[in-house]
């Protein structure tokens, strides 16, 4: 079908809601992931090394924290 996107969207991200509404499931594209998510990361490690360039970012440990990663099953009335 591919009526709002020209492919395949296989994912939906879980939106956090308002207090006064219910969450709502966003459509994601794998070029949403590439161009936006993945792109941003690069983007701020580019800046970082522009702005320290004698930064260890890559010689040491390193913490990074994201959102969940768990799957959950559709369901409309939720």
Known sequence: ????????????SKSSGTTSDRS????????????????GGKDLIALHYEQFPQSRLYQGMSLVVGGSSAIEQFRPEA
């Open 1 to 12: 079908q591919n009526l709002l996107w020209p492919t395949e969207i296989k994912w939906f």
């Open 24 to 39: 709502k499931f966003i459509p994601v594209s794998r070029e949403a992931l590439e161009d936006c998510h993945y792109k």
